[in-house]
């Protein structure tokens, strides 16, 4: 049974591109969310989604940073006119049900780095 | 709002002792979930333990184990035996109703041969 699988591993933008970050949850996982880590910071909440929904979005810029997770297909997590600032780890993480009665199993984290 | 303080930025241990990582943590929940992640050079997110709040007894996982204090709201994590592979970073998390997931900031844990 494949973990929850994120790619790119590494990205490198430069100022005003796009980036685009998968999470394949793990099989049978319909809930995903999505956090950011800054260096020497723990992970803060960005989203979570289920299948073709938005639940919580509380912890997204307002601006540049949006989310799916479509019917098929894995969950996306698209920044555009990527800055300086964006530059951060993202993880993804996915469990069965709603996260207060199970676990979140993460995937090994995309590193993002803005020029 | 809920928030989790882990004020020891690291911590140094020689292998085969023993080591107590502190976290504290508030929320006004009454049923919530607390975690210890830990975070290999890897940087993968790989889950130590977990307490539920309603259940009095600490939760324990082989060499990992907590001392869950509800009444002061702590919740701390101690390693016996410590093992080079248990240098890391730890992750303090707590999660509500709400469910999103709370991290503290960390503590980076070294284990001296």
């Known amino acids: 049974n494949a973990g929850v699988m994120q790619n790119p591993r590494h990205l490198v933008r430069r100022r005003g591109q796009e980036a685009r970050l998968r999470c394949s949850p793990m099989?049978?996982?319909?809930?995903v969310y999505w956090y950011r880590q800054l260096p020497e910071e723990g992970l803060k909440f960005m989203v979570y989604l289920q299948k073709e929904n938005i639940i919580d979005e509380s912890g997204m810029p307002k601006e540049r940073f949006s989310a799916e997770f479509p019917k098929e297909g894995p969950s996306i997590l698209r920044i555009q006119q990527v800055v300086r600032g964006d530059s951060a780890a993202y993880f993804c993480?996915?469990?069965?049900?709603?996260?207060?009665?199970?676990?979140?199993?993460f995937g090994e984290g995309s590193r993002l780095t803005v020029l | 709002a809920q928030t989790v303080t882990q004020s020891q930025p690291e911590m140094s241990v020689q292998e085969a002792e023993t080591v107590t990582l502190s976290c504290t943590y508030d929320t006004s929940e009454n049923n919530y979930y607390l975690f210890w992640y830990k975070q290999p050079p890897s940087r993968q997110m790989i889950l130590v333990i977990r307490?539920?709040?309603?259940?009095?007894q600490n939760a324990t996982e082989n060499r990992f184990s907590v001392n869950f204090q509800k009444a002061a709201k702590s919740f701390s994590l101690k390693i016996s035996d410590s093992q080079l592979g248990d240098t890391a970073m730890y992750f303090c998390?707590?999660?509500?109703?709400?469910?999103?997931?709370?991290f503290g900031k960390g503590i980076t844990l070294s284990v001296r041969p």
């Open positions: 307490q539920e709040a309603y259940k009095q």
């Open positions: 998390a707590l999660v509500g109703a709400n469910s999103k997931l709370t």
């Open positions: 993480a996915s469990s069965p049900r709603d996260q207060t009665i199970g676990e979140l199993f």
């Open positions: 099989k049978g996982h319909s809930h």
